[in-house]
């Protein structure tokens, strides 16, 4: 059920550059599940409201406990004010919504997540709800980045990792400063060398962040003969 939550900000750190992780505590429950958004209301200077949304990406059984993953865009309204919070301030949100969660059915395929930058957020709630419920097929997750700086989450998915799993982790970098990597470019690009011929059938693929990057993959998925009822996708612009 949607309503409106009062939270403060109990950790803030730079994941890297541009991107900060924020850790927000409630006072209630909060019931969501793996996969979906919360609205932030944030007042600006002038005193405007400005709206946003974010995916959580905390597991699902932290009910009092959110993290979240936040690019700061360049003159962005509601970068402008997120780079600038403190630990204790109040952030004021409405949620949880969302409809890009993870199938029952898809539980019993080979999953892949596919994204780009914080596109992946969503995906490290929906990896705790897969080892929670005893996922045992394969999970690829499949994430581009710029360089070898902009890694998101990396030591996170390797720590949550269990053995049921059979979990494959490839980062792309379309400008990697180590020229010699074998996945460099965007995530489109190799999607026909990661899937296999089998999996393409038989597989649910999740894919999340800017239009753009959602456009090339799910095109280039089809040309591989995937089905849009296997897609399910997160727009983040
Ligand atoms: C359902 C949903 C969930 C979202 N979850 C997240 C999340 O978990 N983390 C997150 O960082 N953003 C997320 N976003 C995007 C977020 O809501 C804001 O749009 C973003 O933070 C920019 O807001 P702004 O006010 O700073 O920029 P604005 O002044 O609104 O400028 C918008 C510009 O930023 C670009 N942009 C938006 N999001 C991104 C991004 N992630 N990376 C690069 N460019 C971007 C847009 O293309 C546009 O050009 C989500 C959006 C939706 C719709």
Request: with cysteine; charged share 25%.
């Amino acid at each position: 059920m949607i309503k409106k939550y009062e939270s403060k900000i109990v950790k803030y750190e730079h994941m890297n550059n541009s991107v900060i992780k924020i850790t927000l505590m409630l006072e209630e429950d909060l019931n969501f599940k793996a996969g979906q958004y919360i609205t932030i209301v944030f007042t600006n200077p002038d005193g405007e409201r400005i709206s946003r949304m974010y995916s959580i990406a905390s597991s699902t059984k932290d009910k009092r406990s959110l993290d979240l993953c936040i690019k700061l865009i360049e003159n962005g309204s509601a970068s402008n004010i997120i780079k600038n919070l403190k630990l204790g301030n109040d952030i004021f949100f409405v949620g949880p919504a969302g409809k890009f969660v993870l199938t029952e059915e898809s539980k019993e395929k080979d999953i892949f997540f596919i994204s780009s930058g914080t596109g992946i957020t969503p995906f490290i709630s929906m990896f705790h709800e897969l080892i929670d419920t005893g996922y045992k097929n394969t999970l690829t997750f499949i994430n581009g980045f710029r360089d070898e700086n902009d890694i998101l989450f990396t030591k996170e998915i390797s720590s949550l990792r269990k053995n049921d799993i059979n979990l494959k982790l490839l980062n792309i970098l379309s400008r990697p400063l180590n020229q010699n990597i074998i996945y460099k470019g965007h995530v489109q690009d190799f999607l026909s060398t990661i899937i296999l011929k089998r999996q393409l059938q038989n597989s649910h693929f999740y894919i999340c962040g800017l239009k753009d990057m959602i456009d090339s993959v799910s095109l280039k998925l089809k040309e591989l003969g995937v089905k849009d009822e296997q897609i399910f996708l997160e727009e983040y612009d």
